[in-house]
């Protein structure tokens, strides 16, 4: 079946700090890569997304891009900010799945 | 326009209490979900429907029965509620069940607490 694995957290940057969240996955055919991000006493949003190899998602700042040849997807913002505070989720879509999976979950804190 | 929302925000029970959430999506989509989130952010999927009707029932326990009246709403019962069952449950909403592009729209949650 199709699964997600991210960083495991929790992870404490500075502000201005880069951040990476690395997230790979495993899947038949060809799903569609997700970030969402969940901020404190909310619900999931998208974040960004990508639909084939090799596409980048990008949105505020995060940037992720779909790399069939090592499945993976991580994510990356050059300057994080102390807002950016939150929980963030990798997730994959197949339709031969019926179903999102999701990750486990990286909580991020930025302190200024 | 709030697009996914979800009532009560805040569910306080007393063990063996039966209790009901409700979900509407204003979207126009399709499939609907009910996800639980436990105290360490993990979020695991328990039911999903597709224009009312049950595609996925990810072995959840008996007690949680959900009911889809029409596509727009989605209500979990709970019967006689645990202590394990305290959680955050979310609803969601895509506009069509599986589709390799469709991204999930989440309700704000339920909290709920089983003492």
């Known amino acids: 079946g199709n699964s997600v694995t991210q960083m495991e957290g929790p992870v404490t940057l500075s502000e201005e700090a880069f951040l990476t969240i690395n997230c790979t996955y495993t899947?038949?055919?060809?799903?569609?890569l997700f970030w969402y991000v969940q901020y404190p006493g909310e619900g999931l949003q998208l974040l960004l997304k990508a639909t084939k190899a090799d596409d980048k998602g990008s949105n505020k700042g995060f940037e992720a891009t779909y790399r069939k040849e090592t499945t993976s997807f991580h994510l990356e913002k050059g300057s994080v900010q102390v807002s950016d505070s939150a929980v963030y989720f990798c997730?994959?879509?197949?339709?031969?799945?019926?179903?999102?999976?999701f990750g486990d979950g990286t909580t991020l804190t930025v302190k200024p | 326009d709030t697009a996914v929302s979800q009532t009560p925000k805040y569910l306080v029970t007393q063990m063996g209490n039966d209790k009901s959430i409700k979900c509407e999506q204003n979207?126009?989509?399709?499939?609907m979900y009910w996800y639980k989130q436990d105290s360490k952010k993990f979020l695991k999927i328990m039911f999903s429907y597709n224009n009312k009707e049950l595609i996925i029932n990810e072995t959840v326990p008996n007690r949680f029965s959900p009911k889809s009246p029409d596509k727009a709403h989605l209500n979990l019962h709970i019967n006689s509620l645990e202590l394990g069952d305290s959680a955050v449950y979310f609803c969601?909403?895509?506009?069509?069940?599986?589709?390799?592009?469709?991204?999930?729209?989440f309700g704000p949650g339920t909290r709920l607490t089983v003492l």
């Open positions: 899947a038949t055919g060809y799903p569609s």
């Open positions: 997730a994959l879509s197949s339709t031969n799945a019926g179903k999102s999976t």
């Open positions: 969601a909403s895509s506009q069509r069940s599986g589709g390799a592009r469709d991204t999930q729209y």
């Open positions: 979207l126009g989509h399709d499939t």
